[in-house]
C-alpha cells in the first residue's frame, strides 16, 4: 500500500518532445537509488553536497548506458517535499525519459500519485493548502493577471489574512469558553462587550474575503461571454472579428448557427470563453429549437451578454422582451452592421463586425464590466470556490454565535454559541490545512498533474 514515506518518482516535465525531461525521486531512499543507477566520477551522488550539479550517465543495471545526463542533489529539509530530492536532467523525449524511470522505480521507488510531491511539501510544513493550490492555479494560469493573483497566493497573501482571522476568532472563541464555568450568571458587560465587538470585527472580514470570489472565479475559471440576438444580426461575424479568425460559418441564411460555438481569448488580464449561440426566434424547426433551448441556458449562466441588434433597425419588440429578462448590470447592447446604415439606434456600444470599427470601444466595455465584477487588488489574492464555501459556513455560525450574545432575551446557551464558534473555526482551518483530513487531501491533490 503507498505510504506517505515511501520513495517516490514521476517524470516532472510535460509528455512529448522536449529540450529536457527530468524524473524527480523524493524519499529516503532517493540516494541510494541514485548511485545505481548513475554513473559519475567520484563521488557518487549520495556522498555530494546539497545544491551539487555533476554530469554522467543514467545506466542499466548491466552498466549499459541510458542517456547523458546531470544529476541535481537536494538534500532535506531544503528541498520541495523537505524531504531528501534527486532530479535527473536528461534528453527530452516520451522513450528516454520513461525509460529512466523505469530504472528508478526498479531500484525501489514507487510511481508518485497525481500531486504527490506538493502534498508532502504541505504534509512537511513547506506549504499550507492555500499556498498548495495556488502551485495548481499557477500551472493552470491563463493570462498574466491570473499568474500574478496565483502567485499572490502562493507566497501566503491568502494565508496570511485566513490566519489572522483565525487566531482573531480563536480569542473570541476562548474569551467564551472562559465564562463558561459560570453560566448560571450573566456574562460581565466588560467581557461581553468587547467579545460582541470583535466578533463583529470578525465577520466583517469574512464578508470582505467572500467578496473576492468573483475576481478569483473570473481569474481561474475565466468569463463566460455570450453574443446573443436574433438571426441574421452579426453574432458569428462578431466572434470571428475578436478572436482574429474564422471560428464561426458566416451565411445569410437565417439559422445557420444551430449550436453553441465556443472559442477563448485573454482581454484586460482576464481569460474570456466567447460563445456564439443560435438566433432567437419561433421556429418550426426540431433542430433550431434546440439550438434555441441551449442559447437560453448559456444566457441564465453568462457572466456577460453582448445582445446584438442591427444598427439601422434599432430594437424591434421581441429585442425588447428578450433584453428585459436579462440583468442589465450583465448586459451590453451592441449595435452591429454600423456599416451599412447613416443613422445608428441607440446601444451601449457601436460596431461594424465586418470592417472592425468600434471593436476597440467594446473591448474596453468588456473589460471596464469585468473590473466593475471584479475589482482587482494587489494586497491579497482572491478565494477559490472551495474557499468560499467554507467561508461561508464559518460566517453562518459566526453570525449566529453573534445574534445569540447580542439578544439579552435569547434563551440560547452559552455552551451552544461556544460550540457554533468552534464549528467556525474549524471551517476557516480546513481552508489553510490546521484542520484536514485524508478525504480533503485527496480531493485537492487529485486534480494535479503526476510529478507535481
Known amino acids: 500500500m503507498a505510504s506517505d514515506f515511501d520513495t517516490i518518482a514521476a517524470i516532472a516535465t510535460a509528455p512529448g518532445e522536449g529540450g529536457v525531461a527530468i524524473i524527480r525521486i523524493s524519499g529516503p531512499r532517493c540516494f541510494d537509488i541514485a548511485d545505481a543507477v548513475f554513473s559519475c566520477p567520484e563521488p557518487p551522488p549520495s556522498q555530494r553536497a546539497a545544491g551539487t550539479f555533476v554530469y554522467g550517465r543514467v545506466i542499466e543495471a548491466d552498466g549499459v548506458p541510458l542517456d547523458d545526463a546531470l544529476l541535481l542533489v537536494m538534500r532535506a529539509p531544503r528541498s520541495y517535499t523537505r524531504e531528501d530530492t534527486v532530479e535527473i536532467q536528461g534528453h527530452g523525449g516520451p522513450i528516454v525519459a520513461r525509460r529512466i524511470l523505469q530504472r528508478v522505480l526498479d ?44 502567485l499572490d497566493q502562493l507566497e501566503g497573501a491568502l494565508s496570511r489574512r485566513i490566519n489572522a482571522l483565525y487566531d482573531r476568532l480563536l480569542g473570541v472563541a476562548g474569551n467564551l469558553e472562559a465564562t463558561l464555568d459560570f453560566s448560571e450568571q450573566e456574562i460581565p458587560s466588560n467581557v461581553l462587550d468587547p467579545t460582541i465587538d470583535e466578533l463583529d470585527a470578525c465577520l466583517a472580514e469574512l464578508n470582505a474575503l467572500l467578496a473576492t470570489w468573483n475576481e478569483g472565479h473570473l481569474l481561474r475559471e475565466g468569463a463566460t461571454v455570450v453574443i446573443a440576438g436574433k438571426p441574421n444580426v452579426g453574432k458569428s461575424t462578431l466572434l470571428n472579428a475578436l478572436v482574429g479568425r474564422e471560428r464561426a460559418i458566416v451565411s445569410d441564411q437565417p439559422g445557420t448557427t444551430r449550436d453553441t460555438i465556443e472559442e477563448t481569448l485573454v482581454l484586460g488580464g482576464y481569460p474570456l470563453i466567447l ?60 449595435a452591429n452592421k454600423s456599416d451599412k446604415s447613416a443613422t445608428v439606434c441607440s446601444s451601449d456600444i457601436c460596431v461594424s463586425s465586418l470592417t472592425g470599427d468600434g471593436l476597440g470601444s467594446l473591448r474596453a ?51 451552544l454559541i461556544a460550540a457554533q464558534l468552534r464549528d467556525a473555526l474549524e471551517y476557516l482551518g480546513l481552508i489553510t490545512g490546521r484542520v484536514y483530513h485524508d478525504a480533503l487531501l485527496d480531493t485537492i491533490f487529485s486534480r494535479f498533474c503526476i510529478g507535481k
Open 107 to 150: 531500484q525501489g521507488a514507487r510511481s508518485a500519485e497525481p500531486g504527490e510531491f506538493t502534498k508532502r511539501a504541505f504534509l512537511n510544513g513547506r506549504l499550507d493548502l492555500t499556498q498548495a493550490e495556488a502551485v495548481l492555479d499557477l500551472i493552470r494560469a491563463r493570462s498574466d493577471r491570473a499568474a500574478a493573483a496565483a
Open 275 to 334: 460563445v456564439d449561440t443560435a438566433g432567437i426566434r419561433e421556429t418550426a424547426c426540431g433542430v433550431e429549437r434546440e439550438g434555441i433551448r441551449r442559447t437560453e441556458q448559456e444566457l441564465a449562466e453568462a457572466d456577460i451578454c453582448l445582445y446584438l441588434i442591427e444598427a439601422e433597425k434599432g430594437p424591434d419588440p421581441e429585442d425588447r422582451a428578450l433584453l428585459a429578462k436579462l440583468d442589465p448590470r450583465k448586459t451590453i447592447v451592441v
Open 365 to 415: 466595455e468588456l473589460v471596464r464590466r469585468l473590473d466593475t465584477g471584479a475589482p482587482h487588488s494587489t494586497q491579497h489574492a482572491s478565494i477559490s470556490t472551495r474557499h468560499k464555501s467554507l467561508l461561508a459556513a464559518a460566517r453562518e455560525d459566526a453570525a449566529a454565535a453573534l445574534v445569540g450574545l447580542r439578544d439579552s432575551s435569547s434563551a440560547r446557551p452559552l455552551d
